[in-house]
Each structure stands twice: as structure tokens, then as C-alpha cells.
């Protein structure tokens, strides 16, 4: 009787806090030693259950008290580096300290992501001008008007297809925790792409240089440049997602302010290798300070099967995917609308590019930081909706100032289709594990998007209107397409967060 009254007063049950059900468990025995009686997640132990189940003598349940012995004080009080952000579950993020949120390492992340948009996004947005260019009387595929529009911009559409397309491997990959492989073999890719590039006189020289090797460079980086930072931000993801995404509009006012300065002086071949120098100073910065903080405990897939089974994840990359059908028209197009209709004179048709780049660069900074109070989804709403209207209103731009005007507009509001889709992504992963792969999967499918917005918008083009060129037709298609994403948008509004404006989504 003395024994088992002494069991009694003895054994107890300790949680971390005390109060916790879902902390680990404690239990001390007659000689005050300390053993595990459940997982980090609050669920009993098998070996214990089934040693219960088994043997007849098994000690009756232990008596659950507040006070804890004094010497229990010191010891393991749960998960010592804390436990995941709010909505996210066991994996890594059990194994890891939570965001910092800041600090040097972490803005070094962001510094580093901004130059891997800089060499990615920064190049796709410079290839308006290039297809001005291709276009020109001046260009490399001789004779001029021997390549179709159509035909030309194929190339910028494969580079982008590329590059979201890498992402289907590179994301996988980086859950794997080959982030630096990544980034050094994607950097190689752009450098080399544009050395080659360089040194091209036919139209399938530039598709493979161009098109390929830089796109798919570029997609080796892009995916894994965005995904690390969710482990180093979780309350100021919008933030520093859009400042890195901001190199991508940096890119796009820098890179084609360069190619057109120096294009008269030394020549195509020249000015690109020029391009490709910039590249490889620029992305030393994330192949020596880019570094993977979290992997993910449990490797996952090259596809992640459930995602096709989640229906707001399905719907948003869908809506994606149709807004970068209309985002491509006007992309690749706005520069030579003004040269081909005589609104601009060929120097300042050039400039078009980057006045919408310099817009674009505040278009994927302020709605990111407004993301982390309003939420992804309010803003992403509005900028695709006022995106289509844009594009329908090309219909009526006649001279140079309402071109710079639709530019500078179109540039700022469609930064958040840019910005933004990361951001969205990680809400709308729960099980962050599977992030790399989920971010992957979906840009690679809005590649397909590049590859119908871009010869798309040109074929239409080719077509017999005003001046030889359907640009009302083309400007059309592109609005339309740009409308019907922000509806889907606000579909998804609904369904995910309610139809309440003043909900945070």
C-alpha cells in the first residue's frame, strides 16, 4: 500500500507550459527520473499504447497536476526552436527557428533575389525592344520583314516559357537542398546564352541562344530565388518579395537603355556581350550570399499530386494563366505599336520599354508591402482588372504622350502579376514542405501562357488592318484576357476567404 500510494503522489505528468495538451509529455517515476509519454504533437507514443494494451500489470494512468516538481523546472521544455508560423504544419518548420523576420542574413536574401529577378524577369521584359529591333530595317535577319512578328516573338515566348518551366525542375530540386547548384548553373546558362547570342546571324541561332539556353538559365534560378525567402520572412513576405521582384523592373529599364546606347557604337554583336557581362557580375551576388536556411525534413515529388486536387491553388494558377495571355500583348508589343503607326520616332519607340519598367518597379514594391496589411488577393484584384481596361484602351491611343501615359500605368499595375503570384502561393500552401514544388508546378504551367500571349497577340496582328497590322485586334484579345483573370481572381476571393471587402485576403 505504502508503494502505490507513493506511485500516486509521484507521478505526474509535465507539459512545457504546464497547461499545454498539445506539448510533449513528462512523467517521473518513484526515483524522479524523467520519460517521454508522447510525441511532439500530442499523440501517445506506439510503444507505449501498445505496452498497455499488452501487459496486464500495467501502471494505472497517471494523475495530471500543475505543479511540477522543482527540479523538472531545468529540464527539456518542447521543441527548443520553436514551433511553425501560424497555418503551417510539422515538417521543417517543427525542426527550425521561426522567421527572423530581418537581420542582416535575411536582407541579404532579398538582395540576392533581387538580381536573380534582375537576370530572369529583368531580361524577359527586356525583349521588346529586342523585338523592335529583330523588326527594324537594321536587324540581324536579313532581308528586313523576312521573320514574322509572329515568328520573332516566339523567341521571347519560349525564353519565358523557360524560365517558368525550369521552375517544374528546379523546385523539386531546391526542397532537395541544391539551391547553390542551382543558382550556379542557372547563371552559367544566362552568361553563356548571351555569349552565343552575340555571335548569331539566322532566325533558329537566336531561338536556340535566346529562347533556351538564356530562358532556361534563368528558370534554374528564378523558382529557388523566391521560394527562400518564405523561411526567412512570414509577417513581411510581401515586402521582401516585392523588393526583390523590383530588380526585375531594374533589369527591364537597364538592359534595354544599354542595348539601344550602345547598338550604333559597337554594334549587336558587342552590345549583347555587354549584356551578358552585366549578368555575371551581377548574379556573383546571389552565388555567394543565396542560402538555404530550412529543408524541408521529408523529400517530396518532382509533381505534387495533391495540388491537383485543391481547388483554390487550381483556380488562382488558372487565373494566373490567363492574365499572362493579355500581359505578353502588351509586353511585347507597345514598343513597336508606337514605330509601326508613326506615334514615335525609332529612338524614342526604344524608350518605351524602359519608361514601363521604371513603372513597373514601384508597381512591385508598394502593393507587396500593401499585401502584408490587405492581403495578396485584395491586391492582385484590382491590378489585373485595371490591366484589361489599359489594354482595351490601346484602341483609342493615338499620339506619344497617351502611349507614355498607358506605359507608365500599365507598367505600375501590372507589377503585382509579377510580385504577387509567390506571395498568393505560399497562403495558399499549408504544408510548406511542399512549397518549392507547388511554386514550380504552377509557374510551369503558366509558361503555356507565353507561348499563346506572345505569337498569339502576333498572328492576330498579321492579320489584314489599319496600316497592314490588327492592332485592334490584338489589343483586344490581350484585354479581354487580362478581364477575365480578375474575375477568377475575385472567385477565388469568395470562395477562399469570404465575400466580406474588409477581410483580409
Known amino acids: ?86 497555418g503551417a504544419p510539422g515538417g521543417a518548420w517543427n525542426a527550425s527557428p521561426p522567421p527572423p523576420n530581418g537581420g542582416l542574413a535575411a536582407w541579404l536574401q532579398v538582395a540576392s533575389a533581387f538580381f536573380i529577378f534582375f537576370n530572369t524577369w529583368g531580361l524577359l521584359n527586356t525583349f521588346g525592344i529586342f523585338q523592335t529591333y529583330y523588326e527594324s530595317p537594321s536587324s540581324i535577319f536579313q532581308p528586313p520583314g523576312s521573320v514574322s512578328s509572329s515568328n520573332i516573338s516566339w523567341i521571347g515566348s519560349i525564353q519565358s516559357f523557360m524560365v517558368l518551366l525550369g521552375g517544374l525542375i528546379s523546385g523539386p530540386l531546391y526542397d532537395r537542398g541544391y539551391l547553390k547548384h ?35 538559365g534563368a528558370g534554374m534560378m528564378f523558382t529557388p530565388g523566391v521560394a527562400v525567402l518564405q523561411s526567412y520572412f512570414s509577417t513581411k513576405i510581401g515586402l521582401a518579395t516585392g523588393l526583390a521582384a523590383a530588380g526585375s523592373s531594374f533589369g527591364g529599364v537597364v538592359y534595354p537603355i544599354v542595348f539601344y546606347r550602345l547598338i550604333d557604337r559597337i554594334g549587336y554583336g558587342w552590345s549583347v556581350r555587354v549584356i551578358g557581362f552585366i549578368a555575371l557580375g551581377t548574379l556573383a551576388v546571389p552565388v555567394v550570399f543565396l542560402k538555404q536556411r530550412v529543408k524541408p525534413g521529408k523529400v517530396r515529388a518532382f509533381v505534387d499530386v495533391t495540388a491537383f486536387t485543391d481547388g483554390p491553388y ?17 509586353l511585347f508589343y507597345l514598343s513597336f505599336f508606337g514605330l509601326d503607326t508613326g506615334a514615335t520616332n525609332p529612338a524614342m519607340a526604344f524608350y518605351i520599354v524602359p519608361i514601363l519598367n521604371a513603372a513597373s518597379m514601384f508597381g512591385r514594391t508598394l502593393p507587396n508591402w500593401l499585401s502584408d496589411k490587405a492581403g495578396p488577393f485584395n491586391i492582385l484584384i484590382p491590378g489585373a482588372l485595371v490591366c484589361g481596361a489599359l489594354t482595351l484602351a490601346m484602341m483609342g491611343v493615338k499620339g506619344l504622350g497617351a ?24 497562403v495558399l500552401t499549408k504544408d510548406k514542405s511542399r512549397l518549392g514544388s507547388r511554386i514550380g508546378m504552377g509557374y510551369a504551367f503558366l509558361g503555356l501562357a507565353t507561348l499563346i500571349g506572345g505569337p498569339g497577340g502576333g498572328a492576330i496582328l498579321q492579320q489584314t488592318g489599319h496600316g497592314g497590322h490588327n492592332w485592334t485586334g490584338m489589343w483586344t484579345f490581350g484585354g479581354i484576357m487580362l478581364l477575365v483573370s480578375g474575375v477568377l481572381f475575385i472567385v477565388l476571393r469568395g470562395w477562399k476567404f469570404g465575400v466580406k471587402l474588409t477581410t483580409k485576403a
Open 1 to 86: 500500500m505504502f508503494a502505490t500510494a507513493t506511485t500516486k503522489m509521484t507521478s505526474k505528468t509535465l507539459s512545457p507550459t504546464g497547461t499545454d495538451a498539445g506539448a510533449p509529455t513528462y512523467a517521473t517515476d518513484n526515483e524522479g527520473n524523467i520519460s517521454d509519454q508522447s510525441t511532439a504533437t500530442g499523440i501517445p507514443s506506439p510503444s507505449r499504447a501498445s505496452s498497455e494494451k499488452s501487459s496486464p500489470l500495467a501502471a494505472p494512468p497517471t494523475t495530471t497536476i500543475t505543479n511540477a516538481a522543482p527540479h523538472a523546472e531545468k529540464q527539456p521544455t518542447g521543441p527548443p526552436t520553436g514551433g511553425p508560423p501560424a
Open 182 to 216: 542551382l543558382i550556379v548553373v542557372g547563371a552559367f546558362g544566362v552568361v553563356f546564352g548571351h555569349m552565343m547570342l552575340s555571335l548569331t546571324k539566322e532566325y533558329y541561332q537566336a531561338l536556340l541562344a535566346q529562347g533556351f539556353v538564356v530562358g532556361l
Open 314 to 330: 487550381m483556380l488562382f494558377t488558372l487565373g494566373c494563366f490567363v492574365g499572362f495571355i493579355g500581359l505578353y500583348t502588351m
Open 403 to 426: 502611349i507614355v501615359v498607358v506605359a507608365i500605368l500599365f507598367g505600375f499595375f501590372s507589377g503585382v502579376f509579377i510580385a504577387l503570384p509567390t506571395v498568393c502561393y505560399i
